[in-house]
């Protein structure tokens, strides 16, 4: 074997080698909830593997807690803003997008939701302000010399602060609003005819009259992003970078997309070399159960039991509506684990037993275990589908409506409307997919789906991280579609040209003919009159 | 650890446990030349995971020989075509093709080309319909209960056969002119502002010029193709299949896309779940030279040697060129190895050696190799980006124009022009390569692209051919793009709907002010004067 290819064949297995404490040098920027939760997973996997990483958090913060003993060093900095406002504000976010239901966020001027928009964008904004004036943490920063930047474009900034400090970075995401971000800063393909917008609530199976929702989903959100960033980021982008930009470039740059989904949850859609779908990479074999839960599941004989949980943002329901579904939940034969933080239903049934918290992956991961009531968050939705455990989806918000109508349309969940719940609604839907054999044949197929890939999930996430560290950014997967203005990637400009051509051929072309017509044919009947 | 989990691994793990004669059976419709090449590859590494290969070949048949002994099962079948005849026809196709120059395929009408293509065509469907007409085949073949039909659309048929045996099927494939059948039956969004559709002979970085030649050639080949099929193919199969269809609705049922190319190759585009980038599946570690070569590479010391090559289809030049080539060659100070088998030129320099054949692969990947004269084919130019040698391309037909373009974008090639070699261009070419370092680099950096893939392009092909054997297809992994007409897959329907509801609303909205004008306005005038 030639030296090229051994050296070729050290340089890939470059971390594996080098366990012996700091192949790397990682930077991530803030991120809270779910998108933190899954970001943890991959955190660990680089420490595993050897590398640095160093989380940014706001001294103000809800999920990210700093004084936690980690392997991941965090690096804190002042804010003005405290954690009360910051859950205030999440809060309100949540009830306003509660009260709307999906379709209401694209098809109609909705001031509330624009306006909570609005508060959670001037949040990260006063963040990110406060992290980039602070001189002692940026040139702190700049002296660590750090490899790669990682970041969740819901919380921008991330791409401004590796701008700042010239790193390479990384985006990993579920989604933005309208796949707004993934389009329009990712370059990504997303006909409307069949690949249904973020938010639009609607499943990759649409009819005419979804696929005009879709459109009008697109458009809106095209508008009001376009808008939107004008009026905030773009203007406060320029001013720190002392020229003219806008978000959207500055985020253009990101070198790998790794995307939270996969076909398992999504219809297939077009992707590009930059961007992998790495969903479900927080799914881990099941751990055993606490001896008094084992027990309780075990007590469930044959009928086994039912996961309940609408997950970590929401663990409150109204009184009269937890009476509703507890009242429900007693008719069933299966035994029932009830993530739930209120006052105990007076109709709890014997079967039901409520947790302030759940093991959920590992009880999903349990061979008693035979439908799971879910928000569809996209975690929740996948330690499912990993399992092959099928679900009533009650979505609340955010893209909870857009997962639930994918796992629906492809027949391992029953969608129920949260405004809708009434005595029996979710009882008959946990007797649909626990009763109708197809809902769990489909829910173990996804499952095989998932698990049958070239490489696991977190594997890919932590190799293409590990790759743009390596050649210190990945510029040579990036569509070149990055260097045409909008209209030169829509080849109107081309269009525009060959129509041009074309009238001007054919004026020429009727020139001639009248010319011709002219000179032959009137001048022949005049000499014929004469 | 679950059942479920353990059940998953196992499924997973499929082949590499039962190694032990027939884990899958694998049907190959037949192919020419380099597709049969890349095949073999892919065939022996089936093989090798212990699957049972069975090769369909026509009994006159160029580059198949079924009676080398190998582990690969032939399956022959009487053909009315004998070799000479195939052999006229591949030759004509060429040479006409090397008149041409890519630019003029889909610039001006060539009836000559098209005729070529008609022939080449016409050759095919004989061989199709002497196949599927051989009842003794094809009950063989229906007995015989393959898991998979593996197939290079540029030889159409094979998804014909597999749609009768009901059987899945992989494409394997470089190209369609105008990527007609990638985008059309394969679904794949290329969008002609940024990706240069093949046989166009552009690379991914183009002029407004450039980019108006791109759309004018997928224009051509949209339309030639359309007309094309639809007098010949889409006939035929309309016929067999007993229901109207068309080539590419049969096409459209492939499971799996195998492209032979990468983004070290090509600039990147948008891709889709189904479709696998394998390009340079072929490209293995040098084995040694034999020892007379050996002596002879090692005798040019620190100069290094040229490895000269025009490819597999192609071994003669003309006595005049061979001469003005050769004559450039005596003038570098490297030892040049040449694959020629014409009658010796004149002016061949000391420092130049012929051969008939060349180990190219291991010569490409020897030490001491400084450049690589090439026409441009895509197997070659695989083997100088995986051990990254500079180029110099003299591309004569099909892609080779597209593969040298692309190289010389990414500054690893110079091209030369076939007609437009005289004295020195090729002398010139070469001493640009092998002296100005950016050119070993950049090859350098393809080759680095190359090797740093999360698994070997290979492995990543046979997985997916084993993937749709144990899901019997992969359906899931096909975009639902598919389902939908052309004017529903451009939104056409839904835009002509909301224009409608626009102009709709418009009409009202003035007929009601119209209305209102002439009620309160105008009789308000009228009152007045009264």
Redesign the interface.
């Known amino acids: ?5 051994i050296s ?2 050290l ?2 297995q470059f971390c594996s080698y080098f366990h012996s404490g700091s192949c790397g040098k990682v930077l991530v920027w803030p991120m809270e909830y779910s998108p933190w939760l899954v970001m943890k997973n991959i955190l660990e996997e680089l420490i595993q593997r050897g590398h640095e990483v160093t989380v940014l958090i706001p001294s103000s913060f809800i999920f990210v807690d700093g004084s936690v003993p980690s392997d991941i060093k965090f690096e804190t900095f002042t804010t003005s803003i405290n954690t009360e406002q910051l859950k205030i504000i999440y809060n309100e976010f949540i009830s306003v997008r509660m009260k709307m239901g999906p379709i209401n966020t694209c098809l109609a001027y909705s001031p509330e939701i624009e306006n909570a928009l609005v508060v959670y964008s001037s949040v990260w904004e006063i963040i990110c302000k406060e992290a980039i004036s602070n001189k002692r943490l940026m040139s702190k920063l700049q002296e660590s010399k750090f490899d790669v930047l990682l970041a969740d474009p819901v919380a921008p900034c991330g791409e401004l602060v590796a701008e700042l400090l010239k790193l390479p970075f990384v985006y990993s995401l579920r989604f933005t609003p309208g796949f707004q971000v993934e389009k329009v800063a990712g370059g ?2 997303l ?4 690949v249904p917008v973020m938010l639009s609530g609607l499943s ?2 649409m009819t ?1 009259i979804e ?2 929702k879709n ?2 989903c697109m458009l809106y959100f095209d508008f009001w992003f376009e808008t939107f960033n004008e009026k905030n980021w773009n203007k406060m982008y320029s001013e720190i970078l002392g020229k003219p930009t806008t978000l959207y470039e500055t985020m253009q740059k990101a070198d790998m997309w790794l995307i939270r989904s996969y ?1 398992d949850l999504e ?8 961007f992998e ?1 790495v969903g479900g990479l927080h799914c881990k ?2 751990k055993p159960l606490p001896k008094e839960m084992e027990n309780f599941v075990q007590s469930s004989g044959e009928h086994g039991i039912v996961v309940f949980s609408l997950g970590s943002m929401v663990s409150n329901l109204t009184e009269a509506m937890a009476n509703v579904i507890a009242s429900d939940l007693a008719q069933i034969p299966q035994k029932v684990l009830w993530r739930f933080d209120g006052k105990k239903p007076d109709t709890l049934g014997a079967n039901t037993m409520l947790f302030k918290w759940l093991p959920q992956s590992d009880l999903l ?3 008693k275990t035979r439908a799971f009531i879910t928000h569809g968050g996209v975690s929740g939705v996948y330690e499912a589908i990993c ?2 455990i099928p679900m009533v989806g009650i979505p609340l918000f955010a893209e909870q409506h857009d997962n639930i109508a994918q796992m629906e349309a492809k027949g391992a969940a029953v969608a129920v409307e949260f405004k809708s719940i009434s005595n029996t609604v979710v009882l008959n839907a946990l007797k649909t997919v626990i009763e109708n054999a197809t809902y769990k044949e489909n829910a173990m ?1 996804l ?3 998932h ?2 890939q ?2 696991k999930p977190l ?2 996430a932590v ?2 991280i590990e ?1 743009v560290m ?2 210190k950014g990945a510029k ?6 990055h ?2 203005t909008w209209y ?4 109107l ?3 525009g ?2 129509l041009a051509c074309v009238a001007t051929i054919a004026f020429f072309v009727i020139k001639c003919f009248l010319f011709c017509f002219h000179k032959f044919v009137k001048t022949g009947k005049k000499k014929k009159r004469e």
Chains 1, 2 share one sequence.
């Open positions: 074997m030639s030296m090229k290819w070729t064949l340089l890939l990504l393909p006909p409307p005819s069949y990759g199976q005419f696929r005009v459109m009008i076909w219809f297939p859609r077009p992707t590009l070399p930059n779908f074999p099941p991961g349990h061979p399992n092959g197929k499952s095989t789906i698990h049958d070239p490489m594997d890919r190799f293409w790759y390596r050649h040579h997967l990036r569509p070149l579609a260097n045409l030169q990637y829509h080849s400009d081309v269009i040209f060959l």
